[in-house]
């Protein structure tokens, strides 16, 4: 019985031979052994592995370094250029002390080029380490590394690998692309240090640069975001041979930077749970990323749309160009630099700064007023800025020629960089015109103020009461008489009722000439009143965008205050989406269509409108959808209108939607443009569900449909959200790209949002590599939500739900 339990073990074993890698000698190799095809050497920690390998579907075979938990995830490869044609290959240690290896037919297809560093016999070894670095060492009386593989660095970046330049060795660390996925050797795209006084990371395509971080300003690279990212610490390293820069991890999390085949930097993250790589962090992460986008003296901004600008004193070299969203010839002094007495420079806040080409200076010991005064001093330099934003900051660093590739950027620490730019006399007022403009400003302004006061006591005195009269007269719109309306909807008959929300109900209504009209009447029973009724009227009255519902008119007479507006002869979304049969008529090309157009309305009234406007209540019943299913947004009565650099407000009263409002907006009362992208953020994930957040129930836990989605996301199982109607129409790389923004949209944290222009981009650009989402808000199953979220909101507001 024995006998035939150790025969069976024995043929079990020798099977599985066949099948499975062997590992030769735990993480060495002396210089007695050697490595074969089918053999490996696996890190004393069980974390990398060093073997022969086919990548993708190619048949060749290479001597490289992947993970143990995900064996696909190649880090390393020795031959790049020389693949193997045959399962043949052989890694030894040459009697000179340097690895090679061979093929089948024992020629040296690579080396390591490094011999022993003394005169004694000694015998080097191999070690693969838990880091995923290849040692080949010498242990005399003191530890000697004849040679590693992380100074020959690939297409991946482990932490620990240094990226930099030795001007004595002449060793370039830097990352290279593989050519295809089945192909490792060199490809058309590298990352690595430029230092042209400051050192920054750029990536360039042959010697076209394609994207860079912006110079070292002693606390992150000016531009380059993954200087703020949590999991790691940026370092430089200086000395009079080397400059070498490195992420330094915070944690033990397992990481690694990557350099695609298409010339994008991306660092991932292992998860835990799946065994699958997390995206961390893409660069170039956005159109502003790309080199030079908006041009010489151009600036970028992915707040705006269009995102590029002249710089203050630049217009564009060819404003037809420019208008056809050409940037590529940039911008030219509109008024020229004379070199004259009144000269001065404008500052542009929150800056990558521009690159450091031929003309430019730095000194690394002047303040910032020296800097300035310098510059003045000189007629061709044309702008200034800190070399070093540390501490209290200090450094000189003068540009003499063309801004090229100056982006806004706005980073998550306090350390702000700002640019300087010269200004002629004539758009730079002198001194002693401001203090008399300052003078006689205040002196208007005292004035007015006391005008104000007694005419403001005077008019309070008499109009203690203000008739809706008063308000129909100061409304800049169409009016309707009373008599109009009522024939149009047949006396607000019952069968003309549409519909009905916060501010009362909805009537389809005809007009005499044919025209058919919506008309919300405010109810008297309404929580809405006045203030939204002029609110709305406000808001929307200066909006023209065909993702806005258009407002035609109102009637304000005795008691009736109404809204006239265009008729949607499709309702609402909600209409369809939320209806068992119904939402079979929404495949998934309409659903997506729905989406951009909401998408681009609502960045409209961010980004493109005269003013900026915070909807507060977007939902699927206040988008409307016309006879060919265009989407409209409606319902301007809890907008606000933001003026001049205004970012955010808070408020006493919360008004809006349960299952819409952002975490900050229900608690705090704090809303801003970022509070819109988080109710976008659920209604995306709405519309590819077919389900409400607010009511959502499922079996297996008690988390809103947002938190639904978030637990399918850690589990790779993202698709399982999309709506069952869609499974014939859809798209699933569109239908994963919306579940991906839609949870970045509802993080937890504001700044963690992306702007409405980031998410148009990412909604529209297949290609596009979308960052990582964090947790989103409310994260919290309803036992908890319910309790904490009443008794918040109880003690600092009035919380009015619709």
Known sequence: MERQAFLTFFHALFFSSTLLKFSIAADTLSSSQSLRDGETLVSPGQKFELGFFSPGSSKNRYLGIWYVRTPDTVVWVANRNNPMIDVQGILAISSDGGLILRNGTQSIIWSSNSTRASAEEITPIAQLLDSGNLELIERTKTYSVLWQSFDSMCDTRLPGMKLGANTNTGLDQHMTSWKAADDPSPGDFTYRIENNGLPQLVITMGSTKKYRSGPWNGLRFSGHQAGNNPAFKPVMEFNNTELISFYEPFNSVIKRSTLSQSGYLQRYVLNEKSGSWDLMFTAPADLCDSYGQCGPNGICRTSKAPICECLKGFSPKSQLEWEMLNWSKGCVRSVPLKCQKGEGFVKVARVKLPDLLDQFQLNTTMSLRECKEKCLRDCSCIAYANSNVSGRGNGCLM????????????????SEQDIYIRLPESLYPKKKKKRLLKILLLSATSGTLTFCFVCGCIIIKMNK????KGEKENLELPVFDLATISAATR??????????????????????????????????SSGQGLEEF?????????????NLVALLGCCIQGEETMLIYEYMSNKSLDYFIYDHNRKALLAWQKR??????????LLYLHQDSKLKIIH??????????????LPKISDFGLARIFAGEQISAKTKRIIGTYGYMSPEYAIDGKFSVKSDVFSLGVLLLEIVSGKRNRGFIHPDHHHSLLGHAWLLWNEDKSLELMDTCLK???????????????LLCIQKLPEDRPAMSTVVFMLGNEGGVLPMPKEPGFFIERSSIDESYTNDAASITTLEAR
């Open 399 to 414: 540009w003499f020629g063309d801004l090229i590739d100056t982006r806004e950027f706005v980073p998550q620490d306090d």
């Open 465 to 468: 009461k203000r008739s809706l």
């Open 491 to 524: 006396n607000f008959s019952q069968e003309n009722m549409v519909g009905e929300g916060g501010f009362g109900p909805v009537y389809k209504g005809k007009l005499s000439m044919g025209q058919e009209i919506a008309v919300k009447r405010l109810s008297k």
């Open 534 to 546: 002029k609110n709305e009227v406000a808001s929307i009255a200066i909006l023209q965008h065909r």
């Open 592 to 601: 997506f269509d729905i989406i951009m157009g909401i998408a681009r309305g």
């Open 616 to 629: 507060r209540d977007l939902k699927a019943s206040n988008i409307l959808l016309d006879g060919d299913l």
């Open 728 to 742: 014939d129409s859809c798209v699933e790389s569109e239908v994963q790209r919306c579940i991906q923004v839609g």
